[in-house]
């Protein structure tokens, strides 16, 4: 990986007059922002649609875009849609926050507008789409309009068995009964895609590429495990022997219960894993790289007794390991890939991320709790690592400084170096930067100083989170010249990034 840098900002969280942030003007204006600073990557959080809880790593497909990132004002330009019809809805009136539940009300209805006008004219084109997405798009549509029927209860609560256990003839009766919701969840999906390819296009032009998120599980509640059950450890009926989660750590004291179903692994490595090959075809038809959420379960995964409350009393059961992970470099040798490998500490999963030849992470706000020495401390660094100030579960900088105790901030002061004229968050930045880590990801709200208002997440918490947005004045070509100049200092401007493209 060249010695490089980006910025992480969630889609949603870009400014819009739409109540969330969309692939539209924001997004190209962002692009134009990250090429003028000098960065070379955007790492997004998983796009996929989302369920309760409004989390990206709960979604109802491991393959389907999320249709709330469907920009509005670019269907109105492609006559899809009126003025008139978009702004009689109810969006939020706060341009710092995403309210999800007018998004949920309103979006649909005017996306079934827009389906209603294009289905027929782009026939030809969703004919191609169809064939191009043929292993997973009939499912989810189907899946997402028998869920609409049900008043989007999960499969499992659905009325009809023969729905949930997919007999042939139940699900051709639903295709011809659901066919307006069909149409439109396949129309949804080639906008999405549409949209998306337009958008990667232009900033890899500009010397930008997009860096996914990929959660390691899918949710109980998706097409994926509707569509293909055996593929995870469920009982006869379906309902799951054992879910997913991660035991007591920095971040919660009972640990992280997250409920989704765990592999099966023997039958995935039986056909030679082939739902997950799969699935990275798929991811890589929307990134250039991808972080594997939680890497640490592909070694060992916590295991948790379905119907417990918490994750203290899982325990760790051994995953594929690195015959999993070499499988999957070999069939994608093109998808950079990046190990998410935070956590306890554990030997296997160190020894895993060095045999794979994988880079892992490293947190600067893990770096400073003691002066002993810790591999999140600088110092320690080799290369073949990705450098963070905090992921979307940690604070922003001033939030964490916020909850930090006077002595680890005095050390993280001496550590940097830290001048009267320098902010903790600038200079945070500095001592990610002149890292020798490959590659060095800041996220805006450090760039923009912000505090614990515009935390992304709180881990083992529902509700208020994956709301913030940023307001459209707070990108200015004064920010970008000042990334851009520590960027080129410390030698992270990419050859081929192009300098000083127009600010939108």
Not at 99 to 106: L, M
Not at 145 to 157: F, H, P, Q, T, V
Not at 428 to 435: L, P, V
Request: proline share 5%; hydrophobic share 40%.
């Amino acid at each position: 990986m060249q010695r490089s840098s980006g910025i992480l900002l969630p889609l949603t969280a870009l400014p819009s007059r739409y109540g969330i942030g969309t692939m539209g003007r924001a997004a190209y204006s962002f692009v134009d922002f990250l090429a003028k600073a000098g960065q070379s990557w955007w790492q997004l959080l998983p796009v996929g649609p989302t369920s309760y809880g409004d989390s990206p790593y709960q979604s109802f497909s491991t393959y389907a875009g999320n249709p709330y990132l469907i920009d509005l004002r670019m269907l109105m330009a492609d006559d899809l849609l009126t003025l008139e019809e978009v702004e009689s809805c109810d969006w939020g009136d706060d341009e710092t926050q995403i309210d999800y539940e007018k998004i949920y009300n309103h979006r649909f209805e005017v996306l079934r507008l827009a389906c209603n006008r294009g289905w027929d004219r782009d026939r030809a084109a969703i004919s191609q789409f169809e064939q191009e997405n043929h292993r997973w798009l009939p499912d989810y549509a189907l899946y997402m309009a028998i869920k609409r029927a049900n008043d989007m209860k999960s499969w499992l609560e659905w009325p009809d068995e023969a729905l949930r256990r997919r007999d042939f003839w139940a699900m051709h009766e639903a295709r011809s009964k659901y066919k307006a919701d069909v149409q439109l969840f396949i129309y949804i999906q080639f906008l999405f895609y549409r949209q998306w390819r337009a958008l990667r296009t232009y900033a890899n032009e500009r010397g930008v590429k997009l860096f996914g998120d990929l959660p390691i599980y899918v949710a109980l509640d998706s097409a994926d495990v509707w569509a293909e059950p055996e593929q995870f450890q469920l009982d006869e009926n379906f309902v799951p022997t054992a879910v997913a989660g991660v035991p007591p750590d920095y971040f919660s004291e009972t640990g992280q219960l997250w409920g989704n179903p765990l592999y099966n692994w023997d039958k995935m490595r039986a056909d030679g894993y082939n739902w997950w090959i799969r699935r990275m075809d798929g991811v890589g038809k929307l990134y250039d790289m991808i972080r594997i959420d939680h890497f640490r379960g592909l070694e060992s995964y916590w295991s948790i007794p379905y119907g417990d409350e918490t994750a203290v009393n899982g325990h760790w059961v051994k995953g594929p390991g690195l015959h999993f992970v070499q499988t999957i470099m070999e069939w994608f040798p093109h998808l950079g890939i990046v190990a998410e490998d935070l956590g306890v500490e554990s030997e296997d999963v160190n020894a895993l991320l060095k045999n794979s030849g994988l880079p892992g992470m490293k947190v600067l706000q893990f770096a400073f709790q003691e002066r002993e020495q810790n591999p999140y401390q600088p110092h320690t660094y080799t290369p073949n690592c990705i450098c963070y100030c905090g992921t979307h579960d940690n604070n922003t900088i001033l939030g964490w400084a916020e909850e930090a105790l006077e002595q680890e901030l005095s050390f993280t002061r001496e550590y940097l170096g830290l001048s009267d004229r320098e902010s903790l968050c600038w200079g945070m930045i500095r001592g990610g930067m002149r890292s020798v880590a490959n590659l060095f990801i800041g996220s805006m709200q450090d760039y923009l100083e912000l505090g614990a208002e515009a935390r992304i997440n709180t881990p083992g918490t529902l509700g208020g989170n994956w709301t913030w947005r940023m307001r459209s004045r707070d990108l200015s070509t004064g920010l970008a010249q000042r990334i851009r100049l520590l960027t080129e200092t410390y030698g992270r401007v990419a050859t081929s990034a192009k300098p000083e493209p127009t600010l939108r």
